[in-house]
């Protein structure tokens, strides 16, 4: 094995999953360093294409959320850098981060999707937000759920029960994004599904079943110890776990992914699998389903990192 010995682990950010990121870069670097590795955190800022240039790693390991981590933007920039990175590349991120377009890509692999509809803030405006919104009901029926069309940890997401709810929903989604993807709410247990892939291909991790204590896994109830319930491998019989597991697999493959990706999914109360959307970036906290699943199948987070970092270094 090459030796590893200087990765630079960005994060934080500008997107309002700036703490999340840090937490998640924070977690990454120790692992590293456990294992002997030089690490360096860093945010994205004006400084960082100097720091690239004067004194470069070997390695970056974005750990960012939402935009510019998960959109895209600042692997393009890696790239023309020509700097090693661990995740996917710009074209598979953006296809991932884009919602709706993620849906339309497993729909067409033959996955189960919730139906729903994607409008910008705009509609609303021009074309009369209750006579849109009694209709979104009444064709997708009740009840709904509501979040950007982009983004993650939950920010700007709410189930909806009325169409009195959906209003309320709407003007917080708006707040996160232009676009609001807007559907059906799949009743069922939802799971979190990690792949990693450390040079040997992708591999499904054991399937994390998640159970918020106000039965909504929001933001507190992803980022506060003890408001979720977490059981791994999920309490589901084979068949369901490994047709979760297998649409996990799927939208890896299918979105261009590489190193590591989360899918989250619901089991419905047919038994059915049914995709809600695919991470880039992962979170990697002490409270993040990835790094639980990574332990449940008897991996040591610490080698997982630096098998990951190690890879992107042969990459070149």
């Known amino acids: 094995m090459a030796d590893l010995d200087r990765v630079l682990v960005l994060a934080g950010g500008l997107s309002p999953e700036h703490e999340v990121s840090v937490h998640s870069g924070r977690g990454v670097a120790e692992a590293l360093r456990r294992l002997g590795v030089e690490v360096q955190v860093a945010d994205v800022d004006s400084t960082?294409?100097?720091?690239?240039?004067?004194?470069?790693?070997?390695?970056?390991?974005p750990v960012l959320h939402g935009s510019a981590g998960e959109d895209g933007a600042i692997r393009e920039v890696l790239e023309?850098?020509?700097?090693?990175?661990?995740?996917?590349?710009?074209?598979?991120?953006?296809?991932?981060?884009?919602?709706?377009?993620?849906?339309?890509?497993?729909?067409?692999?033959?996955?189960?999707?919730?139906r729903g509809a994607t409008l910008p803030k705009s509609a609303f405006h021009d074309l009369g937000a209750p006579a849109l919104m009694d209709r979104l009901a009444n064709?997708?029926?009740?009840?709904?759920?509501?979040?950007?069309?982009?983004?993650?940890?939950?920010?700007?997401?709410?189930p909806v029960t009325s169409v009195q709810d959906l209003s309320a929903a709407l003007v917080a989604c708006f707040a996160y994004g232009d676009a609001a993807l807007v559907e059906e709410q799949v009743q069922g247990t939802e799971l979190a599904v990690g792949v990693l892939d450390t040079g040997d291909g992708p591999v499904a991790l054991p399937p994390v079943e998640i159970v918020p204590d106000g039965g909504v896994y929001d933001y507190a109830a992803r980022y506060t110890a003890g408001r979720t319930e977490f059981f791994c491998p999920a309490r589901l019989d084979a068949d369901a776990l490994a047709a979760a597991t297998e649409v996990a697999m799927t939208a890896h493959r299918a979105l261009g992914l590489r190193d590591l990706s989360r899918t989250d999914v619901i089991v419905g109360e047919d038994g059915q699998v049914v995709f809600l959307e695919t991470n880039v970036a992962p979170g990697l906290t002490e409270t993040?389903?990835?790094?639980?699943?990574a332990a449940s199948a008897g991996l040591d987070f610490s080698v997982v990192c630096r098998d990951l970092a190690h890879q992107a270094f042969l990459r070149g």
Do not use: I, W
């Open 48 to 61: 960082l294409l100097d720091r690239l240039a004067q004194d470069p790693p070997q390695v970056v390991f």
């Open 80 to 114: 023309l850098t020509g700097m090693p990175y661990v995740g996917a590349r710009p074209g598979a991120c953006r296809l991932a981060y884009a919602k709706p377009a993620a849906k339309a890509l497993m729909a067409e692999r033959g996955v189960r999707v919730p």
């Open 139 to 158: 064709r997708l029926g009740l009840p709904l759920f509501v979040k950007p069309d982009r983004g993650g940890s939950a920010f700007g997401a709410a």
């Open 288 to 293: 993040s389903t990835f790094p639980m699943a």
